[in-house]
């Protein structure tokens, strides 16, 4: 794939990349070629709107402390060390893991996985696509989203959440850090790593965070909104 991406960037003559991760590969791969970053997506709208949470975990079925993963699942995304970080996290606090997406493979692996941590009854699947129609119900029901990816240049999730408002704990790949500010809207944690996970989420909820972070975020998207320098970025007036 290196090879074939720098065949397809040399040809480029300007280039915007999404994430400071990218931005380095871009120019490791193709030196020579003009760049510039911009991250995004931008919101000219306010946070959206959602339905209260009390409305949305009584239609979804839960109660209490809710975690979501949210999105097509496939190995890199690291359900299963999420899965792993359950006992430790159920052992400081009751939650609910909210597993919300298609299985690339099957979720027979994630299961019997839960089943043999014994945390098979804290983790709720829903393992089909999510009609946009619904996606508001399972940001509104959650305290916050768990993005324990293993490796990704940017993930669509995390602005999701942001934009219903809603904090993240991520693992410090790709270009997680260029949008959550650690400690003030989400947490950043290394990738691979349940223990480490398991930390970040009882802290989270140990230190009763949730709106703190909510204002975080709240903050973090007024800043992302579309502006003249951005524009003159991407006509390539720089």
Do not use: C
């Not at 709208?45 to 839960?62: D, E, N, Y």
């Not at 979501?68 to 009751?94: C, Q």
């Not at 999510?130 to 509104?140: C, E, L, Q, R």
């Not at 768990?146 to 934009?163: D, G, L, N, R, W």
């Amino acid at each position: 794939h290196r090879g074939l991406s720098k065949l397809f960037l040399g040809r480029m003559d300007y280039v915007i990349a999404q994430s400071r991760e990218s931005l380095l590969l871009l120019q490791k791969i193709a030196p020579h070629v003009k760049r510039e970053l911009i991250i995004g997506p931008y919101f000219d709208a306010p946070v959206i709107k959602t339905v209260s949470k009390t409305h949305a975990q009584k239609k979804l079925g839960l109660k209490g402390n809710v975690l979501l993963f949210f999105g097509f699942v496939r190995p890199y995304k690291g359900l299963m060390t999420l899965i792993e970080a359950m006992p430790n996290i159920l052992s400081h606090t009751p939650v609910t893991l909210l597993i919300a997406g298609e299985f690339w493979q099957g979720k027979e692996a994630y299961v019997a996985r839960a089943r043999e941590l014994k945390v098979e009854h804290a983790l709720q699947i829903h393992d089909h696509f999510i009609p946009a129609d619904h996606v508001n119900h399972y940001f509104a029901a959650a305290d916050v989203v768990v993005v324990p990816y293993e490796a990704i240049s940017q993930s669509a999730i995390i602005p999701t959440a942001f934009m219903h408002g809603v904090p993240v704990i991520a693992t410090q790949v790709g270009g997680n850090s260029d949008w959550i500010d650690s400690e003030k809207n989400g947490i950043l944690v290394p990738p691979k790593n349940p223990n480490a996970l398991a930390e970040a989420v009882v802290h989270f909820y140990t230190h009763k965070l949730e709106h703190p972070f909510r204002r975080g975020v709240k903050q973090r998207v007024r800043g992302m909104r579309w502006d003249h320098a951005k524009e003159n970025i991407l006509l390539g007036r720089t």
